[in-house]
């Protein structure tokens, strides 16, 4: 794709041949299930079937051009690319099942407003008659399409409809039982990396007290600012669509290109890794942010708001295995990374068994990890100050500061530089919904080291809590290359999934199956200790008028 970010070119050239007449078409077939996803359906009574091979498995797709649908099955077989091949110029096709655009040619979702809207307009609710009862716990819904579609109710228990109204097992119910900011977000074409850490950042206390409380003054940023794109003020104006009241799913289309054309090298519409894109979201905040906030004179510590939510810092120790020297470096960091404990199947004999002893990784057998003494290789000897000359050391890491906000990013993605090639770890991470950081934090860990002799810690910590609470969590599903992310948020004790557009109250159970790829929690304020601004749940109201909602375990 060109830097100039342009849209598809086939897309364009669709258009320019045919207008809108294609996408005015198809709004008659676009429909909406009782469960809120929408997609599309020619007849009330046919099932789709592919014009080729008269199946109806995969995804099928429809032509915009002569309106033929055909298929694309992941064993290989796609009547929809052989469509594409043997009618020149019909490279555009719409997604039936999720009612997106698709280039052939291009081999990718593609983003146009304009189908967009044609899709909004359309949104209605789906046909509850099909809803029938089954034998055991499973129901079968019948759309609007005649496809018959399994779905667990157990788990999927309600969904914020796009038409705005939500649903508990075909049965419509109160919007106010859903907490005020719980919007789905639109797939632009591949953005399901930008809708879930999005979604986590919507819910992130101390970012959602400062964007809501007007501390980023749009109006003055652009007259103030000579910069064309602000990132701040694309949050600042979801902020203020999230939290209307509006139910419909919002597209953040304008966010995506500002991050573009800042981001220009992973501007793209190929799928990105949702841990990168947080990075650079949280770099283009504070370099806007951090110009007007300022720094500690003292410390140097940025005010801006993603350092006062997400900044911590590392301790680093590197002692000398020869004379016991010990140097100590400090690193700022909004997030800290952390690998699988490969050593969870090696049980020892006569020894109780613990939960990692079982082949069970855990969040916690993790950071023992990242905390844990690492002997560093003899390729790797470091100078020590004390011998005046390089010997094998001891590597430490401990955390001397804690966050507001704690990200911890698990790493599923492996790249082997000798094998050239790279992979997904599928292994299943459980972690706890409140965390106790007491055993990672440098104070621990040196009076761990030198066995409780050390009573007296430099720049002890006892006054902030290191206790957390898990509010959002970010998954990721499939393959390296074709996977999908999606976002689980924790509000008042309830869990949501937030795929996309579709928002579903889901079961404790559920979150703790996912594969966790970014997990958020919130500190909690110690018992006595009146917590400030930036780090409570509660703020009066909206700019609407509501009140907002807290987040459970913030508070």
Aim: charged residues 25%; glycine residues 8%.
């Amino acid at each position: 794709m060109s830097t100039a970010l342009n849209p598809c070119n086939h897309l364009l050239d669709y258009k320019k041949r045919y207008g809108l007449k294609g996408f005015n078409l198809i709004q008659k077939w676009v429909k909406t299930s009782p469960y809120g996803k929408t997609h599309m359906g020619k007849s009330k009574s046919e099932i789709p079937r592919c014009s080729f091979c008269c199946g109806y498995e995969g995804r099928l797709y429809i032509c915009l051009i002569c309106s033929s649908m055909s298929c694309s099955l992941p064993s290989g077989s796609n009547h929809a690319l052989l469509h594409m091949q043997t009618q020149i110029g019909h490279e555009i096709a719409v997604d039936v099942q999720r009612s997106e655009l698709y280039c052939f040619a291009c081999d990718d979702q593609v983003y146009d407003p304009d189908f967009d809207r044609a899709v909004m307009c359309e949104q209605i609710v789906g046909n509850l008659d099909g809803v029938r009862s089954g034998n055991n716990k499973r129901k079968r819904l019948g759309f609007e399409g005649g496809l018959n579609l399994n779905l667990d109710l157990k788990n999927l228990k309600r969904v914020v409809g796009v038409s705005g109204g939500e649903w508990d097992h075909g049965r419509r119910i109160s919007k106010s039982c859903f907490p005020v900011g719980l919007r789905g977000l639109n797939n632009l074409g591949n953005t399901c990396f930008m809708n879930s850490v999005l979604q986590a950042l919507l819910h992130a206390p101390p970012v959602r007290n400062y964007f809501l409380s007007g501390r980023h003054d749009r109006d003055l940023c652009r007259k103030t600012s000579s910069d064309r794109f602000c990132l701040s003020c694309d949050i600042d104006v979801i902020f203020s669509a999230v939290f209307s009241g509006d139910r419909a799913p919002y597209s953040p289309a304008q966010f995506l290109y500002s991050w573009w054309r800042l981001s220009e090298n992973l501007a793209c519409y190929e799928q990105q890794d949702a841990h990168e894109f947080f990075m650079s979201v949280l770099d283009r905040i504070h370099e806007k942010e951090g110009k007007t906030k300022g720094t500690n004179k003292d410390t140097g510590d940025c005010h801006c708001v993603v350092h006062r939510a997400f900044s911590g810092l590392l301790r680093s120790d590197v002692t000398c295995t020869t004379c016991g020297f010990t140097s100590t470096t400090y690193d700022p960091c909004v997030d800290i990374s952390l690998d699988f404990n490969t050593n969870v199947n090696h049980i020892a004999p006569n020894k109780p068994q613990k939960s990692t002893d079982l082949g069970i990784t855990t969040l916690t057998s993790c950071l023992d990890l990242f905390t844990r003494p690492e002997k560093l290789g003899s390729d790797q000897k470091l100078y020590c100050e004390n011998c005046r000359e390089r010997h094998e050391s001891v590597k430490q890491m401990s955390i001397k500061r804690l966050p507001l906000v704690l990200c911890l990013h698990v790493k599923r993605f492996e790249h082997s530089l000798v094998r050239k090639a790279s992979r997904k770890i599928d292994r299943h991470l459980q972690f706890p919904f409140s965390l106790d950081m007491t055993p990672y934090v440098s104070s621990s860990i040196v009076r761990k080291r030198f066995g409780n002799r050390i009573f007296a810690f430099e720049g002890d910590e006892s006054e902030l809590s290191t206790n957390f609470e898990v509010f959002a969590v970010i998954t990721h599903s499939g393959m390296l290359e074709s996977g999908h992310y999606m976002t689980y948020l924790r509000l008042n004790e309830q869990w949501y999934k937030c795929d996309d557009a579709w928002i579903t109250e889901v079961d404790d159970e559920v979150v703790r199956a996912s594969q966790i790829y970014l997990v958020f929690y919130v500190q909690k304020p110690n018992s006595g200790h009146k917590s400030g601004e930036d780090g409570g749940c509660h703020l009066r109201s909206s700019p609407s008028g509501d009140s907002f909602v807290s987040i459970a375990g913030c508070c």
